[in-house]
C-alpha cells in the first residue's frame, strides 16, 4: 500500500510542476501607439548603438544620419527580424525537444481471485516501469538533425538582417538622390528666370521676336512644374526610408541625412571576380543556410535508417500475490515483420535530394546573378564617367565665357546659355550616378556583405534589442 501511495504521490507533484507559460493576448491598439512612438532619441536606441558601433563613430544621435547610423536603427526596431528572431526561438525549441529522453512508464494492474482457498488474500496487486532503450544512436541523429535546423535559422535571421539593410541602403539613396535633383531642380529654374529676364529686356529693344519670349517663359513653367514634382519624390522617398526602417515618418521630419560614399563608388578593379565572386560562394548566407539543412537531412535519413530495427524497452515490475511479493523484469522488442520503414526512409532521401537540387539552383542563380550585377556596374561606371567629362567640358566653357565677360569682351546674357547647360549636365551625372549606386547594390545583394567600408555591416543580435531576453525554453540549448 505505501508503494502505491509514494507512486501517486510523485505523479501528482509531476504533473504540478508542468505548468507551461501564459499566453499574451495582442492589443492592436498597443502595438499600434508603441509604433508611433518610436523615435530616434530613443534611449534604447542609443544604448545599443554605442555598443555595436565603433568608437571613432562619434556619439550617438549622429549629426548626420548616415547608412551605417540608419541600419542600426532597422536592427533596433524593424518587425520583420522580430518575425525572423521567433522562428529562430521556435527551431531552438525544437532542438531541446529533440534532445529529451523518452519518460519512463509506470503501470499499475490488479486483479481479483474468485476461488482463493481458505487462509489467503483474493487480491493481487502489480506495479511496473518501462524504460525505452535508444538503439542505434537514434536520439543522436535527432539531435545532430535539430542542431543543423538551429544553425540553419540562425543563418536565415542574419538573412534577414541582410535584406533589411539592403532595404535601408536602396531607400537611402533614393532619398539622397530625390534632394539631390530637387537641388538641380531649383538651379535649372534660377537659370531660367534669368534667361527669362533677359528675353524680356532684348524685347524692349527689338533684338528677339515675342514668340522668343513665350518659348523661355513656357520652359521657366515646366522647371518649375519639375520642383513641385520633385518635391514629391522627396517626401515619398523620406517615408519609404523611414518604413524600411521600421519607424513611423515624423521620426525622420527632424533627421539630416546624407551619405557621403555615394560620390565615391569603388572602382571596377575593386569588384574583380578574385576578390568578389569566391568569398560570395563561401560566405553567402542563403547558400550556407541550405548547407545545414542539407546536413540536416542527412541525419533525418540516418535516423529514419536507424528506425528500421527494433525499438527496445525494459520493464522491472513489482507483484504482491496473494501473500507472495515477487520481482518482475519485462523486455518488449517491436518485431519488424509488416514493414522496414520504407516509406519514411524513402521520404527522408527525397527531401535529401530535394535540398541538394535547391543547393546546386540557388548556387547556380548566384553566379549569374554576381556576374550580371558586375557587368552592370561596369556599364555604369563608365555611364558615370561619360557624364563626368561632359560635365568637366562645359564647366570649363562655362568659366572661360564668365573670364571673358569680366575683361568686357562678352555681354553678360552670353554665359545664361552655357550656365543651363551646365544644370542639365549636373542632372545627367546625377542620373548616372544613381544607375551605378543601383548596380553596386546590386553587387552587394549577389554576395549579401557591404563593399568596403561601406556601412551597415554590423551583426544581427539573436534576441530584441528593445526587450529583455525571454526565458523558459526558448534559448540556447545545453
Same mark, same amino acid.
Given at each position: ?162 535584406? !533589411? ?184 532521401? @527525397?527531401?535529401?535530394?530535394? !535540398? ?62 552655357? @550656365? ?32 568596403? @567600408? ?25
Amino acid at each position: 500500500m505505501n508503494v502505491r501511495l509514494g507512486w501517486a504521490a510523485a505523479l501528482v507533484a509531476a504533473a504540478l510542476g508542468c505548468a507551461g507559460p501564459e499566453a499574451e493576448e495582442l492589443d492592436p491598439a498597443r502595438s499600434e501607439s508603441e509604433f508611433r512612438s518610436r523615435t530616434l532619441s530613443d534611449p534604447g536606441l542609443a544604448r545599443f548603438a554605442e555598443a555595436n558601433r565603433g568608437k571613432e563613430s562619434g556619439p550617438f544621435p549622429p549629426e548626420r544620419w548616415d547608412l551605417g547610423a540608419l541600419t542600426l536603427v532597422a536592427f533596433y526596431y524593424h518587425p520583420d527580424l522580430d518575425l525572423a528572431r521567433a522562428r529562430l526561438t521556435q527551431v531552438r525549441a525544437g532542438r531541446v525537444t529533440a534532445g529529451m529522453w523518452p519518460n519512463p512508464v509506470v503501470g499499475f494492474e490488479g486483479s481479483r481471485v474468485a476461488n482463493v482457498e481458505p487462509g489467503f488474500t483474493p487480491w493481487i496487486y502489480g506495479a511496473n516501469l518501462s524504460f525505452p532503450v535508444d538503439t542505434l544512436w537514434k536520439r543522436g541523429y535527432r539531435v545532430e538533425e535539430a542542431d543543423r535546423l538551429t544553425e540553419a535559422g540562425a543563418l536565415a535571421l542574419a538573412e534577414a538582417g541582410w535584406k !533589411v539593410r539592403s532595404r535601408v541602403r536602396a531607400a537611402l539613396a533614393e532619398h539622397v538622390f530625390a534632394a539631390r535633383e530637387l537641388g538641380l531642380r531649383r538651379a535649372e529654374e534660377a537659370a531660367r528666370e534669368k534667361v527669362v529676364r533677359a528675353m524680356e529686356r532684348k524685347l524692349a529693344l527689338g533684338d528677339v521676336f515675342r514668340l522668343d519670349v513665350d518659348v523661355a517663359q513656357g520652359d521657366l513653367l515646366a522647371s518649375r512644374l519639375a520642383i513641385h514634382t520633385a518635391e514629391g519624390k522627396v517626401a515619398e522617398s523620406r517615408a519609404a526610408l523611414a518604413s524600411a526602417l521600421g519607424v513611423p515618418a515624423p521620426a525622420l521630419r527632424e533627421a539630416r541625412i546624407d551619405w557621403p560614399e555615394l560620390d565615391r563608388p569603388p572602382s571596377e578593379e575593386s569588384l574583380g571576380a578574385e576578390t568578389v565572386l569566391g568569398p560570395a560562394l563561401r560566405s553567402r548566407l542563403d547558400l550556407r543556410a541550405l548547407l545545414a539543412e542539407y546536413r540536416a537531412s542527412v541525419s533525418a535519413l540516418g535516423r529514419e535508417m536507424a528506425s528500421r530495427f527494433p525499438d527496445v524497452s525494459i520493464a522491472p515490475g513489482y507483484t504482491y500475490d496473494q501473500g507472495q511479493k515477487k520481482l518482475n523484469l519485462g523486455l518488449s522488442v517491436t518485431i519488424p515483420i509488416l514493414n522496414q520503414n520504407e516509406g519514411p526512409i524513402a521520404e527522408a532521401e @527525397a527531401r535529401r535530394r530535394e !535540398v541538394a537540387a535547391r543547393f546546386a539552383a540557388a548556387q547556380a542563380g548566384a553566379i549569374g546573378e554576381l556576374e550580371a550585377a558586375l557587368e552592370r556596374y561596369r556599364a555604369a561606371l563608365a555611364e558615370l564617367g561619360e557624364a563626368g567629362k561632359s560635365l568637366e567640358l562645359l564647366s570649363s566653357r562655362e568659366r572661360a565665357l564668365r573670364r571673358a565677360v569680366e575683361l568686357g569682351d562678352l555681354e553678360a546674357t552670353a554665359v545664361l546659355g552655357i @550656365a543651363l547647360e551646365v544644370v542639365k549636365a549636373e542632372q545627367s551625372r546625377l542620373e548616372s550616378l544613381r544607375h551605378a549606386e543601383d548596380a553596386l547594390g546590386a553587387v552587394e545583394d549577389a554576395v549579401q556583405r557591404p563593399h568596403g @567600408a561601406r556601412g551597415g555591416g554590423s551583426a544581427v543580435p539573436e534576441t530584441s534589442p528593445r526587450e529583455p531576453a525571454p526565458r523558459g525554453g526558448g534559448g540556447d540549448p545545453p
